[in-house]
Nanobody, 122 residues
């Protein structure tokens, strides 16, 4: 069972930056990629970004392209989400997820973190 531990959420003003971290207990075939999802109040959970441990291929939702950057540190089994130019509509609970397939159009997580709140004030 892969365990995911997120950190880095908080309250910021519009235009500010935040970096989220997700530490995985291990890397397995069923967790070949790590990514981020988010869920705003009253909305469905949506894909944000993902990265594959091997090769480093990345995927982004259109709503965050050019503002968010996902990266990884294989030695630490940790994935980061650098969020710049934050907008109030980015406010949500952000969940780290791991799965064997994680693309912008086909993300099927097998494991989830507990979530971290990101609030962007206007």
């Amino acid at each position: 069972q892969v365990q995911l531990v997120e950190s880095g959420g908080g309250l910021v003003q519009a235009g500010a930056s935040l970096r989220l971290s997700c530490a995985a207990s291990e890397r397995t075939f069923s967790s070949a990629a790590l990514g981020w999802f988010r869920q705003a109040p009253g909305k469905e959970r949506e894909f944000v970004a993902a990265i594959y441990w091997t090769g480093g291929t990345t995927y982004y939702a259109n709503s965050v392209k050019g503002r968010f950057t996902i990266s990884k540190d294989n030695a630490k089994n940790t994935v980061y989400l650098q969020m710049n130019s934050l907008k109030p509509e980015d406010t949500a609970v952000y969940y780290c997820a791991a799965g064997s397939r994680m693309t912008a159009t086909n993300a099927q997580p097998n494991y989830w973190g507990q979530g971290t709140q990101v609030t962007v004030s206007s």
